[in-house]
């Protein structure tokens, strides 16, 4: 016992992480495997390969001698052992598989697969022969695998002749699973090739990964073509059965062609001829980027080099398609949305990630390879080289990624290899990553120096991804390190069309001047633009967005806070983006306040603020100016407030922070804190001869504006004690005027136009009445649709008791205690009709119309008037300004079916953020969905939808809108 502790202690010195466990195994193998420890120490894994290599020995002792009698069969064994316990599987079960390691040399492994499975490599089309050749060809298979594996874990072999050698071994296994088909199926009818795709077809294959086909055939002379075809069907499908079917030595590998014409829907073999009428008509830019890596593996070589030759033509054009940009795009949303929950760690698709690498290189591969041909190269680090030549990419940028690319490389085999599984997540295990560690030439700290280096390189690639199409523009026009080769202006100009800026020469000067010089200001900006850039290009209008942060960066260039803000505090310089891609409402706001760039570091800063400490910063903006007797000035800081606020508002709108209601709720409290402001100056001017209140209507009075709206008012006055009415009337109308003007004056900031037209007798009424005016006016000839404007009235601004009063007064109006008789409920159906068909805009549609169009804003707005007005006198939960309350209460009321009101709220919702959008993305009101495809395009993509998902925005408007006013017919109108 002390003897077998003594030897675990010194195993565990040696770097056994199981001394115990090691001590035992050696206790019970031949005794001489005591000289071969230290040889195992050097092992990736020496507990892994110490069980391995004694189950190897007990199968066949003379594996021992072997070892010591040849350093370099010892040195590669020991190296696959410690990493693969796959592989030792396999040699325990074949250990005549050890001679392969003795031999540095192998012979073709296309003949070698094709004779494991009894066919002549010799013949034109070898067919197999002999029993059982499918389990033969994983044998053969898996030790030409074995052999590689050896040579790759010595450093005999480099990551790039490793990949290459697997995607050759691929090659021959398919053309050995072919043979195999051909003793299924009479093919003499018919020639098949096999295309490589992916990293098959580019040569840079995994260890174990699927293998991507396309299947092209020819009939032969005097064939009939549609009886060759299902021949060569029936032929393809066995081939892909001889790899993926399971056997005693399990299976080979998915063969996969689901990226054939129109993919796993589509038929399985072409001809060359359909393959290409395909590629013209049909064809997306991610299978011409697909095609890229096209290369003939396995069949008629003949057949498939003309095929590829074909489609070449077509690949090369591709960046010129009309959708290029937005296939793009939905490439790059199909790779992150496969994106696991353990993203952070995929090797593949996570951020930094070999997904990230090979996507740029492509994409700059579609983009330049059409007017360059050294560009086009199949694999990724032949191609980027060829980048870095050509000026395409940055020298140190082109050896940063391919540094990081070979060693993502190297660590996803090293995965792959332990148990030859399919995988691309780096483990969380102490040992995983020790393996892994000691694997790459890392004893020190195995597992601090592996998780290190490979968060360094993920960075870096990231990094890279997202300069990687932008640095090469500064080149071409700011004074940049001269060592590197520069991108032309004429190429730069193209790189920036493609990648979605529709004036890229433009978009050059706003480069040139943001950049150019040896300012600090210039540097930073040149530190700063290639990512900003890239997120530009991910917003609906990228050309919007270069030109205002040219201009932000004008005015506030000079600020030492803006650029270091921007350089360090990524949030806020990638929500900037986004807003100034989106929004010219919001641009502009930004032009006029570019300090509130300040504010988009976090959520937390947009939040919308409440009524109160808004009143109370607008009180103490104005007051001072206030006191001088300056009511201007007083103004136009409460509208700098103002702007400050509606820029907070639409960038958590934009941001999705808010909904559509609380966007409604913040910009109506909004006005009403100006409309406030506005009055004291006014009040102050005229003297205090009467107190003055100020009734919200329409949507202000529902607390439902838009960025859009008008306030629409009353004015309502009493006189002071003592004071004659007629001097009373005279100072509150010299008031509302004073009011008015405040808020028109000329400024950088939106207006707030007052709207006093739904006052008693419009325009011809007066501006102010007293209340008793208002009374004796609603008394004697108010009519139903007065009553029903009134649904919308409440307190905003100026004397709150006075404004209590009116509303109470209203009240008798709007809900009437006996309902609405029913020729008043007829009255305003037949004004209903008549606004639908008289108030359209002359020229508008009337289906695409947000506000008077079937199952628009009107028509749910009124549903719910309509039922405030026949039932709020008898029910107090309906009586609210607000719509949606409205409806929701006429369901607790039983009045309104709760799927009906579910209908008529998503309308509402949908077609409000639809008319918000439009001021939002255009900088001007609208009505209207736009008729055009590209303004179409921009307010589907600020509502969310994907930069090819105008159809579907235009179908859900369509789709809403029309269940709505089918809900109106029924409930409105009764029908």
């Not at 021992?64 to 592989?87: H, I, K, P």
């Not at 494991?116 to 050749?133: F, Q």
């Not at 062609?257 to 009428?277: C, D, F, N, Y």
Request: aromatic share 6%.
């Amino acid at each position: 016992m002390p003897r077998i502790e003594s030897t675990a202690a010194r195993l565990a010195k040696l770097g056994f992480a199981d001394g115990a466990r090691a001590a035992q195994l050696v206790r019970q193998a031949d005794p001489r495997l005591d000289d071969l420890l230290e040889s195992l120490v050097d092992a990736a894994d020496p507990d892994l390969a110490l069980v391995s290599l004694t189950r190897l020995a007990e199968r066949d002792p003379a594996v021992l001698d072997a070892l010591r009698a040849d350093d370099g069969l010892r040195t590669r064994l020991l190296a696959v052992l410690g990493v693969s316990d796959a592989l030792g599987e396999h040699l325990v079960r074949h250990p005549g598989d050890l001679a392969r390691l003795a031999r540095p040399d192998q012979d073709d492994p296309r003949d070698e697969l094709l004779r494991a499975v009894g066919a002549d490599p010799a013949a034109p089309e070898p067919a197999a022969a002999g029993k059982d050749v499918l389990t033969a060809l994983r044998v053969a298979y898996r030790g030409r695998l074995m052999h590689l594996a050896a040579r790759d874990l010595t450093g005999e072999a480099t990551p790039q002749e490793v990949m290459a050698e697997l995607s050759d071994l691929a090659g021959a296994a398919l053309e050995a699973a072919l043979a195999v088909a051909r003793t299924e199926v009479d093919a003499s009818d018919v020639s098949l090739a096999v295309i490589g795709m992916g990293k098959c077809g580019a040569r840079e294959l995994n260890y174990i990964s699927d293998v991507d086909v396309i299947f092209v055939a020819e009939p032969r002379e005097g064939a009939d073509e549609t009886k060759a075809l299902r021949t060569a069907t029936r032929l393809a499908q066995a081939m892909m059965r001889a790899c993926t079917a399971t056997t005693s030595e399990g299976a080979l590998w998915e063969v996969d062609a689901g990226l054939r014409p129109e993919g796993r829907s589509g038929p399985l073999v072409r001809t060359l001829a359909s393959h290409l009428a395909y590629y013209r008509r049909w064809a997306k830019t991610w299978e011409f980027q697909a095609l890229l890596k096209a290369r003939p593996v396995a069949g008629d070589l003949a057949l498939g080099e003309s095929y590829v030759q074909a489609v070449n033509d077509l690949v090369w054009t591709a960046a010129t398609r009309e959708h290029f940009v937005e296939d793009v795009q939905a490439m790059r949303r199909r790779v992150e949305a496969h994106v696991s929950a353990e993203g952070e760690r995929q090797l593949k698709l996570g951020p930094g990630g070999l997904r990230d690498i090979e996507f740029a290189v492509q994409l700059l591969q579609l983009v330049h390879g059409r007017l360059d041909p050294l560009l086009r190269r199949r694999a990724t680090l032949p191609a980027l080289a060829a980048l870095a030549r050509g000026g395409y990419v940055g020298r140190d940028d082109a050896r940063g990624l391919a540094e990081a690319y070979a060693f993502l490389r190297r660590v996803e085999h090293l995965l792959q290899l332990h148990r030859l599984r399919r995988t691309h997540i780096v483990p969380t295990a102490e040992a995983d990553l020790r393996r892994l560690g000691r694997a790459l030439g890392m004893h020190a700290d195995p597992v601090g120096e592996f998780t290190a280096r490979w968060r360094r390189h993920a960075m870096e690639a990231r990094r890279l991804h997202e300069k990687l199409f932008y640095r090469p523009l500064l080149q071409a026009v700011s004074r940049l390190r001269e060592s590197e080769a520069r991108l032309s202006t004429a190429a730069a100009a193209d790189r920036l069309e493609a990648l979605g800026y529709l004036d890229p020469n433009g978009a050059l000067r706003h480069i040139a001047a943001l950049t150019s010089g040896v300012s600090r200001r210039a540097a930073i900006q040149r530190t700063l633009l290639p990512v900003m850039l890239g997120w530009f290009a991910d917003t609906p209008d990228p050309d919007a967005a270069l030109l205002g942060f040219r201009q932000v960066s004008d005015k506030l260039g000079a600020t030492p806070w803006y650029l270091r803000l921007l350089r360090d505090e990524t949030a806020v310089a990638a929500r900037m983006a986004r807003v100034l891609g989106t929004s010219r409402y919001a641009t502009g706001l930004l032009m006029h306040a570019p300090e509130a760039v300040a504010m988009l570091g976090s959520d937390e800063e947009l939040a919308v603020r409440s009524p109160e400490s808004l009143a109370g910063e607008a009180a103490a903006a104005g007051s001072r100016y206030v006191a001088d007797g300056d009511p201007e000035s007083a103004v136009a800081a409460v509208r700098a407030l103002r702007r400050r606020e509606l820029f907070r508002t639409a960038v958590a709108d934009l941001s999705g922070l808010i909904d559509i209601e609380t966007v409604g709720c913040a910009l109506s409290a909004l006005n009403d804190v100006t409309l406030q402001a506005a009055l004291d100056a006014a009040l102050r001017k005229a003297g205090d001869v009467t107190s003055f209140a100020i009734i919200a209507m329409g949507r202000l009075g529902g607390m439902e504006c838009s960025y859009a709206s008008d306030a629409d008012v009353m004015f309502a006055h009493r006189p002071r004690p003592g004071v004659a009415e007629r001097e009373a009337t005279d100072a509150a109308f010299a008031v509302a005027n004073e009011l008015r003007r405040l808020l028109s004056l000329p400024a950088p900031d939106p207006p707030l136009l007052i709207d006093p037209d739904l006052r008693p007798e419009g325009r011809q009424g007066p501006l102010v009445r007293t209340l008793a005016s208002y009374r004796a006016y609603y008394a004697r000839w108010s009519s139903p649709w007065e009553s029903q404007a009134l649904l919308r009235a409440r307190f905003s601004a100026g004397d709150a008791e006075l404004g209590a009063e009116f509303t109470a007064m209203a009240d008798e109006l709007r809900y009437p205690q006996d309902g609405l008789p029913d020729d008043a409920v007829r009255e305003i159906r037949r004004l209903k009709a008549r606004m639908e068909a008289e108030r359209l805009p002359r020229g508008a549609d009337p289906a695409l119309h947000t506000k008077l169009g079937p199952g628009g804003l009107s028509d749910v707005e009124w549903v719910a008037q309509l039922l405030q007005l026949r039932h709020a006198g008898t029910l107090p939960s309906l009586r609210t300004t607000r719509t949606l309350d409205a409806l929701r209460a006429a369901v607790a009321e039983e009045l309104l079916a709760p799927a009906d009101e579910a209908v008529l709220a998503e309308a509402w919702r949908f077609v409000s953020r639809v008319r918000d959008a439009l001021m939002l993305v255009k900088g001007r009101p609208g009505d209207s969905v736009p008729r055009d495809a590209g303004e179409r395009r921009l307010i589907a993509q600020t509502l969310g939808y994907p930069p090819d998902g105008s159809e579907d925005f235009l179908d859900d408007y369509r789709r809403v809108t029309r269940r709505a006013r089918q809900v109106v017919e029924r409930v409105f109108y009764g029908g």
